[in-house]
């Protein structure tokens, strides 16, 4: 692996805290409570940590991809 190609995503601390995040927010959507805001708000919270997850991956994959092209054409030269 290249020092610019990302880690896979199992290997990145992002994807162990988006997994813990939607574990604890299933969790406490599963205690009962006569509201339900608390199932709201553990939706809220595993879909803010999905989308957290995915924008982080998405940024770091386009920065790497941006610096091999910007390689491969110093390499070209």
Excluded at 25 to 47: D, N, Q, V
């Amino acid at each position: 692996m290249n020092m610019t190609e990302p880690k896979p995503g199992p290997k990145t601390t992002e994807f162990w805290i988006t997994v813990a995040l939607i574990v604890l927010a299933t969790i406490a959507g599963m205690i009962p409570t006569e509201s339900p805001w608390s199932k709201i708000i553990a939706a809220i919270l595993a879909g803010a940590a999905v989308l957290g997850y995915n924008v982080s991956r998405g940024i770091v994959k386009s920065n790497s991809s941006s610096k091999n092209s910007d390689s491969q054409k110093e390499n070209e030269k």
